[in-house]
């Protein structure tokens, strides 16, 4: 079992940003697509964005195209999230997820974000 680590959270004001940063040392994140994840207090854990092997194709929830990135550089066994214009309801811990299909994905322990002036 693979513990993926994720920082960068913290808190923001509305309409900042932050950067997330998932890595693993010893695990080759070039193999696997990866996701983005969140879980607001009281809500069910959500996929925020997906991105390929590459990183050539991603997609998002609806509610934050437009001012979400991810990416990722897998010479560095690492992916990104950047969040732009955040919300107080962006806030929630958010877990990076590695697509392993039936070898069973592995997952970060998480990063609080929290968006409040």
């Known amino acids: 079992q693979v513990q993926l680590v994720e920082s960068g959270g913290g808190l923001v004001q509305p309409g900042g940003s932050l950067t997330l940063t998932c890595a693993a040392p010893?695990?080759?994140?070039?193999?696997?697509?990866m996701s983005w994840h969140r879980q607001a207090p009281g809500k069910e854990r959500e996929l925020v964005a997906w991105?390929?092997?590459?990183?050539?194709?991603?997609n998002y929830a609806d509610s934050v195209k437009g001012r979400f990135t991810a990416s990722r550089d897998n010479a560095k066994n690492t992916v990104f999230l950047q969040m732009n214009s955040l919300k107080p309801e962006n806030t929630a811990v958010y877990y990076c997820?590695?697509?392993?299909?039936?070898?069973?994905?592995?997952w970060g322990q998480g990063t609080q974000v929290t968006v409040s002036s």
């Open positions: 010893g695990f080759t994140f070039s193999r696997h697509a």
């Open positions: 997820r590695a697509l392993r299909g039936t070898l069973g994905d592995f």
């Open positions: 991105i390929t092997i590459s990183g050539g194709n991603t």
